[in-house]
């Protein structure tokens, strides 16, 4: 149950410099925020974020009996999916575009049936619509591509789930600063409200858990020189970041565009651009990067080959579907140090999924010279004349000629996930709470998803999603690897008595209150 200490004036409240001061000491006592006059607010559980991984969290524990008094959700975001619905808009899937998921990978239903080809199919409004989605799931990767849902189909989803478990109830608006451990035990996670007279508000509770999401963009060090020294972020942008001004004028006057990256935000990008090229009649030319050129199948081992070709490697998903619990995920759980790294990699790498709609648009533009592909490392980019921007490549030897790429645009879309120390909550749990590295630079976690070295008896911290990344679970930042993560820590929990097991009989009654809409 949540309890309060007493009010605190607004000109009682703590200033920056006491929060610096506050900072620098790694662990706090009661009397440290007293003198500092922050009002201390009681509950059990914190997660910060508020993305999908906190909904994630906070979905398992309310199906797991506890209260939404005794959660809280430290959030900027007004909804859980905001940065998602965000990140996947300016990358090409609005929402009657379909996202790269499985029709199980449920984040609204932690069951996976109904599932979300189920659940358009029975939304339809003829037999053909009604048909299309059950013999897509039943014959995809084989007679079909995968089948995957609209991502407004999704977000509506956890609109209904957000308000079925009351998730808006455990939800404090403002900005987490930092969590330190508290001497007696547990922690203080420190936030300045977005709303009421307080400046600062301090949460002890016995656990913590963060899911923060991508600590930040990106860049590639030549492109990010680039704009450094010319300020130009007009004509040199990154996949992630609002760019509809490229595809304006590109559909306007035309002119050359160079795509960087082989994954599947540099499918979606394509896509769109030979889309628009078609619709508007403008002669677009598309340039496209890769760092390295994959001619056909590859892989370590016959059992571990994916599809190729055309300078693209193909695979479903983010990761095969054997590393959310099949033998991918037995083998990782038993790996360590270097072992895990290595098998991380092999799994891993850049891929596209392999959609027919997207290899008839690359094989046209190939066939009438308006899709070119060149491979190699990029030695620098310089401004060019009449507003182009130059790439050149490195040379393969010292006796071949540099090539050279102008282009009017260049869009970056390899990659998203910036170092977790960009991140100033992230930064403080290392500097002050023990957190520490993992084999992929990311946060150390056990297999319960608890922070390594972290521990204040008897609380615990835990991390999930895209920072814990290098852990025993590959595809942490998935839907899927959202909920197994918060699968494993409910678990944890309920061994330290927080909260239920979600065993066969719980979980079967939670399943029949999902279907009627009704609270946990």
């Known amino acids: 149950m949540t309890t309060v200490t007493r009010p605190v004036a607004p000109d009682e409240q703590a200033n920056d410099d006491t929060i610096r001061r506050l900072q620098s000491v790694a662990v706090w006592s009661d009397r440290h925020l007293a003198e500092a006059s922050i009002r201390i607010v009681d509950v059990p559980f914190v997660t910060v974020g508020g993305g999908l991984g906190s909904f994630a969290m906070v979905d398992y524990l309310r199906i797991a009996g506890v209260a939404?008094?005794?959660?809280?959700?430290?959030?900027?975001?007004?909804?859980?999916?905001?940065?998602?619905?965000?990140?996947?808009?300016?990358?090409?899937?609005?929402?009657w575009e379909r996202l790269r998921s499985d029709s199980s990978s449920c984040p609204d239903n932690i069951w996976g049936f109904?599932?979300?080809?189920?659940?358009?199919?029975?939304?339809?409004?003829?037999?053909?619509?009604?048909?299309?989605?059950?013999?897509?799931?039943l014959s995809e990767n084989v007679l079909s591509d995968y089948w995957t849902p609209r991502s407004g189909d999704v977000f509506r989803a956890l609109q209904r789930e957000a308000d079925r478990i009351g998730y808006w109830e455990s939800v404090t608006r403002g900005q987490a600063l930092m969590t330190h451990r508290r001497r007696g035990g547990g922690y203080f996670s420190l936030v300045t409200p977005e709303r009421g007279p307080e400046r600062y508000l301090a949460y002890r509770s016995r656990f913590v858990?963060?899911?923060?999401?991508?600590?930040?963009?990106?860049?590639?060090?030549?492109?990010?020189?680039?704009?450094?020294?010319?300020?130009?972020?007009?004509?040199?942008?990154?996949?992630?970041?609002?760019?509809?001004?490229?595809?304006?004028?590109?559909?306007?006057?035309?002119?050359?565009v160079l795509v960087r990256g082989g994954g599947i935000v540099a499918s979606r990008i394509l896509d769109r651009l030979i889309t628009d090229r078609d619709r508007s009649g403008?002669?677009?030319?598309?340039?496209?990067?890769?760092?390295?050129?994959?001619?056909?199948?590859h892989g370590p081992s016959a059992l571990m080959r994916r599809r190729g070709g055309n300078g693209w490697a193909y695979q479903g998903f983010n990761w095969p579907k054997s590393s959310w619990g099949g033998h991918a995920n037995a083998r990782l759980r038993k790996l360590e140090g270097e072992e895990r790294a290595n098998y991380l990699r092999t799994m891993g790498g850049t891929t596209t999924a392999y959609r027919k709609r997207w290899q008839q648009q690359l094989a046209r533009g190939r066939a009438e010279g308006f899709y070119r592909v060149y491979a190699g490392e990029v030695e620098r980019v310089v401004p060019g004349p009449l507003g182009t921007v130059v790439t050149c490549l490195r040379p393969m030897s010292g006796d071949d000629p540099a090539t050279e790429l102008p282009a009017n645009?260049?869009?970056d879309a390899t990659g998203l996930v910036a170092d977790i120390s960009e991140h100033p909550v992230l930064a403080d749990l290392m500097t002050h709470a023990g957190a520490r590295r993992n084999v992929l630079d990311r946060?150390?976690?056990?297999?319960?998803?608890?922070?390594?070295?972290?521990?204040?008896?008897?609380?615990?911290?835990?991390?999930?999603?895209?920072?814990?990344?290098?852990?025993?679970?590959?595809?942490?930042?998935t839907f899927l690897g959202l909920q197994?993560?918060?699968?494993?820590?409910?678990?944890?929990?309920?061994?330290?008595?927080?909260?239920?097991?979600?065993?066969?009989?719980?979980?079967?009654?939670?399943w029949w209150r999902w279907m009627r809409n009704a609270t946990p």
Do not use: M
């Not at 999916?81 to 609005?94: F, G, T």
């Not at 492109?223 to 007009?234: F, N, V």
């Not at 598309?286 to 001619?295: G, P, S």
């Open 484 to 510: 197994i993560a918060a699968l494993e820590i409910c678990d944890d929990l309920a061994g330290l008595g927080f909260c239920r097991r979600i065993r066969v009989l719980r979980s079967t009654a939670q």
């Open 282 to 297: 403008s002669p677009t030319q598309i340039v496209h990067l890769l760092r390295t050129y994959v001619a056909g199948s």
């Open 68 to 95: 939404p008094s005794d959660i809280r959700v430290l959030t900027v975001l007004k909804q859980p999916w905001q940065n998602y619905e965000y990140l996947a808009a300016v990358s090409q899937i609005p929402r």
């Open 209 to 256: 858990h963060f899911a923060v999401g991508y600590p930040g963009l990106r860049y590639l060090d030549d492109l990010q020189e680039y704009r450094i020294a010319t300020g130009d972020h007009h004509r040199v942008v990154n996949a992630y970041e609002p760019h509809e001004h490229v595809y304006d004028e590109l559909n306007r006057r035309g002119g050359t």
């Open 443 to 477: 946060l150390d976690v056990e297999r319960s998803f608890e922070l390594r070295g972290c521990r204040n008896e008897p609380g615990r911290l835990y991390a999930s999603g895209a920072t814990t990344l290098g852990g025993y679970l590959a595809g942490v930042d």
């Open 114 to 137: 109904p599932s979300y080809a189920v659940r358009e199919a029975f939304a339809a409004r003829t037999v053909r619509e009604f048909v299309a989605p059950l013999w897509n799931v």
């Open 409 to 411: 645009f260049v869009i």
